[in-house]
């Protein structure tokens, strides 16, 4: 079972930065592609991100290309998202996800990933 932990979510405000980490636990917690989704209140899952294990491909939702990057430490089994010129719109709770293979589909499909966290707070004040 692999276990993976936000952190770095917090109230920002407009045009400000922020860079949330997740990191993976557990067994066979290493390998994966990972990403993120978000979730504002009253909207559907959103894709963000993804990576892919070696870190030699990524992808953006297109609501945050130019503003969000994403990167990963595999020695630290660590998965960041730095966001850049933050808007409101991007307050959300971001989950973390982890996907056991490589990817066979569109990335922002939910099912493709095996893994969730818990969420953490992003709250953008105008």
């Known amino acids: 079972q692999v276990q993976l932990v936000e952190s770095g979510g917090r109230l920002v405000q407009a045009g400000g930065s922020l860079r949330l980490s997740c990191a993976a636990s557990g067994r066979g917690s290493s390998g994966y592609d990972m990403g993120w989704f978000r979730q504002a209140p009253g909207k559907e899952r959103e894709f963000v991100s993804r990576?892919?294990?070696?870190?030699?491909?990524?992808w953006l939702a297109d609501s945050v290309k130019g503003r969000f990057t994403i990167s990963r430490d595999n020695a630290k089994n660590t998965v960041y998202l730095q966001m850049n010129s933050l808007k409101p719109e991007d307050t959300a709770v971001y989950y973390c996800?982890?996907?056991?293979?490589?990817?066979?589909?569109?990335?922002?499909?939910?099912?493709?990933?095996?893994?969730w966290g818990q969420g953490t707070q992003v709250t953008v004040s105008s």
């Open positions: 990576i892919s294990w070696s870190g030699a491909y990524t």
């Open positions: 996800v982890a996907d056991r293979s490589a990817l066979a589909g569109q990335p922002g499909q939910p099912s493709l990933y095996d893994y």
